[in-house]
């Protein structure tokens, strides 16, 4: 068995009774084992961060304001730009003002990031999630 390491955590009250509630839902017996798979879930997603020059592939999910003057351009142009990172798009449309666009990515690690931020910076995008995986 590994060795466990003991660490002191602080939340904002709201925080931890909405998570003890979250966990109590879905079933876990012990606050320490929902922290550790929050962390590893956390540690997961962002671990492709790290490995700049590694193959990657997964999906970029956005949801942005469509009325935001100019913004589907820069995001169409943005994705033509990074052209051969861009498998595929899918786009959504949620309401009467927002859409979720959803790209499949592959390609350099840095790249993908480059592209995410880009993403994720323009004004109008409300939402940005990576979901890449080691391949």
């Known amino acids: 068995m590994s060795k466990i390491v003991r660490i002191g955590v602080t939340f904002p009250p709201e925080l931890l009774k909405d998570f003890d509630e979250i966990i109590s839902t879905m079933g876990y ?8 798979d929050a962390v590893r879930l956390y540690v997961s997603e962002r671990k492709w961060l ?4 590694t193959y990657q592939t997964g999906v ?3 949801v942005y304001d469509h ?4 913004l589907e351009s820069e995001l169409t142009e943005s994705q033509h730009h990074y ?3 861009v498998s595929s798009t899918m786009h959504i449309h ?4 927002d859409c979720l666009e959803v790209i ?4 350099k690690a840095s790249e993908i ?14 939402i940005l999630k990576s979901m890449i995986v080691s391949v």
């Open 29 to 36: 017996e012990s606050r320490s084992k929902a922290i550790q």
């Open 50 to 53: 790290k490995e700049e020059d």
């Open 60 to 62: 970029i999910l956005m």
């Open 67 to 70: 009325d935001v003057r100019g």
């Open 83 to 85: 052209g051969a990172l």
């Open 94 to 97: 949620l309401g009467e003002h």
């Open 104 to 107: 499949a990515v592959k390609g």
């Open 113 to 126: 990031r480059h592209l995410s931020n880009e993403l994720a910076t323009r004004r109008g995008v409300k």
